[in-house]
């Protein structure tokens, strides 16, 4: 059974940082981009970042370039969103995906596989 599950939201204040973890189980998660997505109340989710299997690739959305990374430790099946300079419209619940292909990763409804999702909230 494949699983993804995220970690490591919660609330921090406008300027703070917050480190997200989906742990992947069930599948061989070398062989999938994964991705990080997120969805404020009322809205669809939304494209945040996006990393290649092997790691050599990035692509991140434009409201979060600079401020949060992709990583992803094949060894541990882990991936990882680093959020740095945090700002109240960062919040919303984060979502990881994992895409057999790295050209369609972008798209939330194209994934083959999704977590449950962690809340961040990012208080003014």
């Known amino acids: 059974q494949v699983q993804l599950v995220e970690s490591g939201g919660g609330l921090v204040q406008a300027g703070g940082s917050l480190r997200l973890s989906c742990a992947t189980s069930g599948l061989t998660s070398s062989y999938y981009a994964m991705g990080w997505f997120r969805q404020a109340p009322g809205n669809e989710h939304k494209f945040v970042a996006v990393i290649s299997s092997s790691g050599g690739f990035t692509y991140y959305a434009d409201s979060v370039k600079g401020r949060f990374t992709i990583s992803r430790d094949n060894a541990k099946n882990m991936v990882y969103l680093q959020m740095n300079s945090l700002k109240p419209e960062d919040t919303a619940v984060y979502y990881c995906?994992?895409?057999?292909?790295?050209?369609?990763?972008?798209?939330?409804?194209?994934?083959?596989?999704w977590g449950q999702g962690t809340q961040v909230t990012v208080s003014s």
């Open positions: 995906t994992a895409d057999r292909t790295y050209s369609t990763a972008r798209s939330y409804d194209n994934a083959d596989y």
